[in-house]
């Protein structure tokens, strides 16, 4: 028998997000934490987390950028469609993020750390701003050699998709994928994920920018993206362009690079193609908009199922539009239930 085909596996770090709305104000003048900021925790924040987990409202679901895009995909797709690969520690933790993937059908490989907690996201919430502080821990420990020993799974996956942010942890991995994505002539996709990778994780981006056949980001990252590069761009028209007709490695395909903009068009690029193309999103009621974080990852999904199920661009784009809008509906980066569909 053939063994099973999957549509996308996707990689980056699996990641708990602890939301508590909780002594906000206190928190963030107990660890100076910007109201709208992203923090890489040190020593001096590791005491928050069990401070939000000491909130009986805290709410706890399962984040990680790439995770939300693979749950995502797998929300939209036929079951058994979307493999994800990352690490985390041998704790209850992996435990409540594996409830999250169950419940979407999203089947995971995880190589596990003895020594490290699972990685978490502490979220600070005040009004409507929202302070992250991340923990990677074990999701800092990912090993190509995990990806090697699971390689059927990668020979059985007809896409790539690698979130931005496993550019600090397993560059190897995620070139692997890269470099037999081009061998293959199979999509390899890249989310950008925050401006500080563009920024500061600017050498390995460089690398794996040959290897995209999908390049995604939001309109800070593009800037940031375009600064880190010295382009002397400013407008995302100009850069999602640039980004499109990087050099490629394969031929074979035409790289397509995409940057949402919040509340404003999405905009997509072809490789030598003139024209951007500007898609309006889907409006939804602010009464309704619970919490954006993950609103790129959830669009992310909508785009890449789109992908997978061979829809034009444009579809694809209102598919990412539609999820989007979904996801930022719910509490944290979920989908919701009752299933619903596109
Ligand atoms: P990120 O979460 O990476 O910053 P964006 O903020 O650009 O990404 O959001 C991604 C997509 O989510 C947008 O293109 C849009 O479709 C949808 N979205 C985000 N915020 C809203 C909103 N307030 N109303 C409707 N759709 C939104
Ligand atoms: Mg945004
Ligand atoms: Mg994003």
Request: proline share 6%; with cysteine; charged share 25%.
């Amino acid at each position: 028998m053939a063994p099973h085909q999957y549509q996308l596996l996707c990689l980056e770090n699996p990641i708990l997000d602890i939301i508590s709305k909780k002594d906000g104000r206190a928190l963030l003048d107990e660890y100076t934490l910007d109201p709208n900021g992203f923090t890489m925790a040190d020593d001096k924040h590791k005491s928050i987390y069990d401070k939000l987990l000491s909130d009986p409202n805290a709410v706890l679901t399962a984040g990680g950028a790439a995770q939300n895009t693979a749950r995502g995909v797998q929300y939209i797709l036929e079951p058994d469609s979307v493999v994800y690969f990352g690490c985390v520690g041998n704790d209850e933790y992996a435990e409540k993020l594996q409830e999250a993937n169950k419940k979407v059908g999203l089947k995971v490989f995880y190589r596990v750390d003895e020594k490290e907690p699972t990685g978490r996201c502490g979220v600070v919430v005040t009004d409507h701003n929202r302070s992250l502080v991340t923990d990677l821990a074990a999701a800092n420990c990912y090993k190509v050699e995990h990806l090697k020993e699971h390689w059927d799974m990668v020979e059985n996956s007809k896409a790539y998709f690698v979130g931005g942010y496993h550019l600090t942890v397993c560059v190897p991995a995620v070139m692997a994928l890269a470099e037999d994505a081009a061998k293959n002539n199979k999509p390899f996709a890249l989310s950008l994920n925050a401006p500080f990778i563009c920024q500061f994780f600017k050498d390995p981006l460089d690398q794996t920018a040959p290897y995209w056949d999908y390049i995604v980001g939001n309109e800070t990252e593009a800037v940031a993206y375009a600064e880190a590069h010295s382009l002397d761009l400013t407008a995302p028209q100009e850069i999602v362009k640039h980004l499109a007709n990087l050099p490629k490695k394969n031929t074979q395909r035409k790289r397509v690079a995409i940057i949402t903009q919040g509340t404003e068009p999405t905009l997509v690029a072809v490789q030598g193609e003139e024209e951007v193309k500007s898609y309006p999103v889907h409006p939804i009621d602010k009464t309704k908009i619970e919490d954006t974080t993950g609103a790129g990852d959830a669009f992310a999904a909508g785009f890449f199922a789109g992908i997978a199920k061979g829809e034009s661009l444009e579809k694809c784009v209102d598919m990412g539009q539609w999820l989007a809008a979904l996801g930022i509906q719910e509490q944290g980066p979920g989908y919701p239930f009752p299933k619903q569909t596109y």
